[in-house]
């Protein structure tokens, strides 16, 4: 005859570690995405970097965990002339800047060993093209596989308190079998 069988073993004192787990849970999360968000914030840097002038738009990549959400953000917080989001305009480009001065634009074509006048007269017609580096970051590798190993800390470390929790010291177990397929049963 096959037949399923469940056997279940301290499944009351799970049911209790679990019924408190709105007190605990929050912890596991938030450590788990704040070493998420330093890591991704690393690695933004380093996307970044490649359209280094200052290194001040690199420097400013922060990490921020909302408790509230349980949730981080990652991104840059650098001002270009004080009033303007620098990440942004990495990101989306400008449009034409028709007032646009020669000194920073001839400071940065000097750094990047380019002539100054055409850089300076594309950006006044033209405009500073867009370097999607928050997609490009997002697409790294080592981003998907920071955001997987943190999953999987997160269940792990979940698991774990669960297990220790249990008042008999985690003795009890959970044991699901399914019969033999071959004809044999439990």
């Given at each position: 005859?096959?037949?399923f069988?469940i056997?279940?073993?301290?499944i ?8 408190d787990a709105?007190?605990w849970f929050?912890?596991?999360?938030e450590s ?12 933004m840097r380093?996307q970044?970097?490649r359209?280094r002038?200052?290194?001040?738009l690199e ?14 953000a990652?991104?840059?917080t650098?001002?270009r002339?004080?009033k ?5 305009l990495l990101q989306?480009?400008t449009?034409?800047i028709p007032?646009l001065?020669?000194?920073p634009?001839a400071e940065w074509?000097?750094f990047k ?6 850089v300076?007269?594309?950006i006044k017609?033209v405009?500073?093209s ?7 970051t ?7 596989v920071a ?7 997160l ?5 774990a308190?669960?297990?220790?929790s249990?008042?008999s ?18």
């Open positions: 005859m096959n037949k069988t056997r279940t073993e301290g009351k004192e799970l049911g209790a570690v679990y019924s709105p007190a929050p912890r596991f999360v788990n995405m704040r070493g998420l968000g330093r890591r991704i914030a690393y690695l380093m970044i970097r359209h002038y200052t290194g001040a420097d400013s990549v922060e990490s921020e965990y909302d408790t509230a959400r349980q949730s981080v990652v991104g840059p650098a001002q002339g004080g303007w989001d620098a990440g942004l989306r480009g449009g034409p007032n001065p020669f000194g634009i074509a000097a060993g380019l002539p100054a006048g055409p300076w007269y594309k017609t405009g500073v867009a370097h999607p580096f928050l997609e490009e997002l697409a790294r590798g080592d981003v998907q955001i997987q190993n943190t999953a999987k800390r269940g792990y470390d979940l698991a308190y669960t297990v220790q249990i008042p010291g985690g003795g009890g177990q959970l044991v699901f079998s399914q019969p033999n397929i071959f004809g044999g049963g439990e």
